[in-house]
């Protein structure tokens, strides 16, 4: 694996090695593919999510449950299962809740910054870019480069932590 770092300043820089929430509740903006979606990202665990696209009106309303290799798709009552190997390969679901389960188990080197914290590196052909705040929670994941035609840009408009026992910690950025 290649790791990198960004976020360098002209002060002395100091790196310290993180890890993303495994367990989490956010809205979410995603820019993906010329289009803006909205959405309630919840992470169980790995691979098991919930996801409801809130905007663009076109998918509003769409309720993604994954459940490792099952994912049901609920729309207004009506309900579809099919197996989590099936998303459609550009799956703006697919990618968030692939990318961010690949990069969960690892450590990062995180570069402080004056009002944020940053990583960057390749993991599993993926390469992403981090922006934490001085909390430790996730702001900004970029996945791609941003000429890339899978690029996408994950902005967190808020970050509630759950931790084991089931209460939520609120954390608003």
Do not use: H, Q
Not at 16 to 27: G, R, V, Y
Not at 67 to 74: F, L, Q
Not at 101 to 119: A, F, H
Not at 148 to 166: A, G, K, P, Q
């Amino acid at each position: 694996m290649v790791m990198g770092l960004s976020g360098c300043s002209l002060g002395s820089v100091v790196t310290n090695e993180k890890s993303l929430p495994t367990s989490f509740s956010a809205t979410a903006e995603v820019d993906f593919d010329d289009t803006i979606y909205e959405m309630l990202l919840t992470r169980l665990s790995d691979g098991s999510w919930n996801v409801e696209l809130t905007s663009p009106a076109i998918v509003s309303g769409l309720i993604f449950d994954v459940k490792g290799e099952e994912t049901t798709i609920s729309f207004k009552g009506l309900n579809f299962t099919f197996d989590s190997s099936k998303f459609p390969v550009g799956s703006v679901v697919s990618l968030v809740t692939k990318s961010f389960d690949k990069l969960v188990p690892l450590e990062l080197n995180v570069t402080e910054g004056e009002e944020s914290d940053y990583c960057s590196g390749e993991e599993s052909g993926t390469i992403y870019s981090l922006t934490f705040s001085k909390t430790g929670i996730p702001m900004v994941l970029e996945l791609g480069e941003s000429d890339d035609e899978n690029y996408m840009r994950i902005t967190f408009v808020d970050f509630e932590l759950i931790t084991s026992d089931s209460e939520e910690i609120i954390i608003e950025e």
